[in-house]
């Protein structure tokens, strides 16, 4: 069985940094790339970042580029989202989900079937 389990968010103040985590079951890395979303109120879940073993990482939104990094400890079967630089517009919640195979293949939301439950992150300004 599949499953997937965030956690790290919280509050942090504009400028601060979080480090969330996705600890993955069911399946490894080794066999398929693993994508963070985000959805804020109001609005679409959208791709942030996605990484890959066989191909390393994709940026899917242009506004966290040089703030987030996205990695993998495979012993652990655990994905972090390291986020510098905090802005209140990256306030949402946090998803991870398992891509399709081991390749980054976009970041419709729509096509991904495996999520875990989320986790808020809020920035103050």
């Known amino acids: 069985e599949v499953r997937l389990v965030e956690s790290g968010g919280g509050l942090v103040e504009a400028g601060g940094s979080l480090r969330l985590s996705c600890a993955a079951s069911?399946?490894?890395?080794?066999?398929?790339?693993v994508v963070w979303f985000r959805q804020a109120p109001g609005k679409e879940r959208e791709g942030v970042l996605c990484?890959?073993?066989?191909?390393?990482?994709?940026y899917y939104a242009d506004s966290v580029k040089g703030r987030f990094t996205i990695s993998s400890d495979n012993a652990k079967n655990t994905v972090y989202l390291q986020m510098n630089s905090l802005k209140p517009e990256d306030t949402a919640v946090y998803y991870c989900?398992?891509?399709?195979?081991?390749?980054?293949?976009?970041?419709?939301?729509?096509?991904?079937?495996?999520w875990g439950q989320g986790t808020q992150v809020t920035v103050s300004s």
């Open positions: 989900s398992r891509d399709e195979g081991v390749y980054c293949s976009g970041s419709s939301y729509e096509y991904f079937d495996y």
């Open positions: 069911g399946f490894t890395f080794d066999s398929y790339a």
């Open positions: 990484i890959s073993s066989r191909a390393g990482t994709t």
